[in-house]
């Protein structure tokens, strides 16, 4: 508790005491009264450029989001950057009281490739960026906190980026050395890592959507930008296997994204068919890979297909070896499902690009699905539940931990639409444990505090815990989903009628 700043404890005071108008939490809309099983794992995510600071600091390298967002600040929505973010560079202690207060078992966070070697590089390592994540990782384990670690999340040396980034197939071999350091250094106290962070969305950056490097080239450069992330997996995976895992062991994995797509009309075998296919773009993507070896068939086809009637001497689609296959195969200790989302689809084309061409389908939202300041993250639990059923049939019920679930909106500190949200899939987390028999064992909100939202800048919130980017000491608050997830894993129960907080009307 001394860590944290004078704001965040009077708030945390205010919820205390705050007698008037309390509020109770509807559980009636709770069927279920599961609880969560005793060795249920929570805990809550962040990432490195998101919420460090420190761009430019103690040796740190330029990074493709510090060039980005310094050379093209017109491309985020309020023109801001992570020059100093939520300053966790600095703050860390504090950051690490607050999921220590929360009871939390683990805290996901990432490290900053250019941190640990400034070119990417690993001949030239910065002992000071070194040193941070030392800090941080023992801070954790001081306060009896599992660091569950991510390697990569979106924020590439810039000189590897000059060198191609992604689309480059060398970055296989960059990246596995740029792993072998953090085994070396930190594989003593981390024993859960995840190599890449949503690759489908890095693939993107390499498309259209706007993400650092912010290139346009199109599937062509979105697919090879995945492939090369699934081969450098692939690298890491055994580099830990054949000389770390022995002694440290620990398990890895990968954290993969997506939407779930569900048939427009339930009862049409055309967009049943559809609603797979999509998400056999989606998350068998990089998911199939790694349970099975290869990309899904579905994709296979449909993209050598589309190639052969574009005129291209060969598919979009890159191919494995059959030695890549083998490697790829059984590369995922553990499934590391973010999600957020879900749409319904029938064949055709969208004119959102976010939903991939070749796989030709159009989504569709219901008009009774809640919606939040991101225009993608309509809110359907169900899809979450359906989506771990999915998983569970697809990939032979593997443990699965959710490596990230939340909500966005305006900073509101009554932020009882994220209370809703984290409720509403926690229940549908229980119900595909109980119901569906989905091997569960942990889920991690996404975030932990608000923080720099890449191209919404900080104009969207994800946090259970607010923090003035106005002010430069950057003070945390506690928000009313602080107080929320706090009783649920303190209780593992999602209907516990006592749990009050403020009214909104307060
Ligand atoms: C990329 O896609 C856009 C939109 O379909 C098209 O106009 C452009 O020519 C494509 N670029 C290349 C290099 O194929
Ligand atoms: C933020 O959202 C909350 C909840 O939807 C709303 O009550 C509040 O008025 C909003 N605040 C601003 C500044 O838009
Ligand atoms: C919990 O899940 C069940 C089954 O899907 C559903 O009927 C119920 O409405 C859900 N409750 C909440 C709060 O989402």
Redo the contacts with the bound molecule.
């Keep these: 508790m001394q860590y944290f700043s004078t704001s965040a404890l009077k708030q945390f005071e205010m919820f205390k005491i705050a007698a008037v108008g309390l509020l109770i939490i509807s559980s009636n809309i709770l069927s279920s009264g599961y609880k969560f099983p005793d060795g249920f794992m929570f805990g809550a995510s962040t990432a490195a450029y998101q919420i460090e600071g420190g761009w430019n600091e103690d040796g740190k390298g330029v990074n493709i989001w510090d060039h980005l967002t310094h050379l093209r600040p017109e491309l985020i929505r309020d023109h801001s950057n992570g020059d100093v973010a939520c300053d966790s560079y600095h703050k860390y202690k504090e950051d690490v009281a607050l999921a220590k207060d929360l009871n939390l078992q683990f805290y996901r966070f990432s490290i900053s490739w250019s941190r640990i070697a400034p070119s990417g590089e690993v001949h030239k390592l910065n002992p000071e960026g070194i040193a941070y994540y030392n800090r941080l990782i023992d801070e954790l384990i001081a306060n009896d906190i599992v660091p569950l670690v991510t390697m990569y999340h979106w924020d590439i040396p810039q000189y590897l980026q000059d060198l191609g980034g992604w689309v480059n197939p060398i970055m296989s071999d960059y990246f596995k050395e740029y792993a072998r350091v953090l085994f070396s250094y930190y594989g003593d106290r981390v024993k859960w890592w995840i190599t890449f962070n949503e690759p489908m969305e890095t693939s993107k950056a390499y498309s259209f959507n706007g993400y650092a490097p912010y290139l346009h080239l199109n599937n062509t450069g979105y697919y090879l930008a995945g492939h090369t992330q699934l081969i450098a997996h692939s690298k890491v995976y055994h580099l830990y296997n054949d000389e770390f895992k022995d002694k440290q062991q620990g398990k890895i994995s990968l954290s993969l994204n997506g939407v779930f797509f569900i048939p427009k009309d339930e009862q049409s075998q055309d967009d049943i068919n559809t609603a797979e296919r999509a998400n056999q773009f989606e998350r068998g993507w990089f998911s199939h890979p790694v349970y099975k070896g290869d990309y899904p068939p579905v994709m296979r086809q449909w993209v050598d297909k589309k190639s052969k009637k574009e005129g291209r001497p060969w598919s979009t689609l890159p191919t494995f070896t059959k030695k890549e296959i083998e490697l790829l195969k059984g590369t995922a200790d553990f499934y590391a499902l973010n999600h957020y989302s879900t749409r319904m689809v029938t064949h055709g084309s969208d004119p959102n690009p976010n939903y991939n061409p070749d796989a030709e389908y159009a989504t569709f939202v219901d008009k009774s699905w809640p919606t939040s300041v991101a225009s993608w993250l309509i809110v359907v639990p169900e899809g979450l539940k359906r989506l771990l059923v999915w998983i569970k049939n697809e990939y032979d019920n593997p443990p699965v931990i959710i490596t990230e679930n939340g909500f966005a ?4 500190l ?4 994220r209370i809703s949200y984290v409720k509403s899939h926690l229940n549908a987390t229980l119900q595909a444990i109980f119901e569906d028999k989905c091997n569960v064992f942990g889920y991690t909100v996404w975030s932990l505090l608000d923080n720099f939202e890449w191209m919404d800048g900080y104009a969207y919130h994800f946090g259970l815990v607010h923090v003035d980017f106005n002010n430069p000491l950057t003070p945390r608050t506690l928000k009313a989903s602080y107080q929320f997830f706090k009783n649920v894993v303190a209780t593992h129960r999602l209907d516990d009628s006592s749990f009050t907080t403020q009214s ?1 009307e307060l």
């Design positions: 909106d305006n900073g509101t009554n932020d009882f639409e909104p």
